[in-house]
């Protein structure tokens, strides 16, 4: 079983939609998460870290469960801009990271 | 201008003739860490290191080496490639906190 599974996508939205993406974790030990963007063949940069009580940065909002072990990612209003594949990352000792596949997102004028 | 380079950017080589991704940071990092990115399968970490001279497998080590010898250079060694190490290996670091990891700009190397 993988350690992050995410949902491939792509996901195409016209701009000014919400999108959301999900990603699911394997280890209940798992201590930290991040939502990472990437554009076509540049390196991740992170977006944000994920808190257990949700955290917002202007139109996106990532949030935690626990109970079911997930991490999700929320960005509102979307711009063109916003297009880029959304990595998310958990890592239970900080030392060993493990990424899910990346979800596309192409935001439509 | 803080950031992570490697070298070289692209590569194409044959299988069995050794090479090396050299990766450094100038941010007085601890911690180093090497990935491999191939489509369906994303980031996967192949080594990683704490600090001078402390290394660990990551999820895919097979066919890899690294070393830790300074604190702002972190090599990736493949001894023997092989087709199936074809793929972008992208270098990464990040200070104490567990929050940022900063990436280099991804060496693609194709094995033939």
């Known amino acids: 079983r993988k350690e992050v599974e995410q949902d491939p996508g792509p996901f195409n939205v016209p701009e000014g939609a919400t999108v959301a993406f999900n990603c699911t974790y394997s280890?209940?030990?798992?201590?930290?998460f991040f939502w990472y963007r990437q554009d076509c063949r540049k390196e991740p940069k992170l977006l944000m870290s994920?808190?257990?009580s949700g955290n917002e940065d202007g139109r996106f909002t990532a949030q935690l469960n626990r109970a079911s072990q997930y991490i999700s990612l929320l960005i509102r209003d979307s711009k063109l801009s916003d297009s880029a594949t959304y990595l998310c990352?958990?890592?239970?000792?900080?030392?060993?990271?493990?990424f899910g596949t990346g979800t596309s997102l192409t935001v439509i004028p | 201008e803080a950031q992570v380079t490697q070298n070289p950017r692209y590569l194409i080589t044959v299988t069995g003739k050794k090479l090396t991704v050299t990766c450094s940071q100038n941010?007085?990092?601890?911690?180093m860490s090497w990935y491999r990115q191939d489509p369906g399968l994303g980031l996967r970490q192949i080594y990683y290191?704490?600090?001078?001279?402390?290394?660990d497998k990551g999820d895919v080590p097979e066919g890899y080496k690294v070393s830790r010898k300074e604190k702002r250079n972190f090599p990736l060694i493949l001894e023997s490639p092989s087709p199936n190490q074809t793929s972008l290996y992208f270098c990464?670091?990040?200070?104490?906190?567990?929050?940022?990891?900063?990436f280099g700009p991804g060496t693609r190397l194709t094995v033939l």
């Open positions: 290191s704490m600090n001078v001279e402390v290394t």
């Open positions: 994920v808190y257990s």
């Open positions: 280890n209940s030990a798992s201590q930290s």
């Open positions: 990352a958990v890592t239970f000792t900080g030392n060993q990271f493990y």
């Open positions: 990464a670091s990040r200070g104490s906190s567990y929050n940022e990891q900063f």
């Open positions: 941010m007085n990092h601890e911690y």
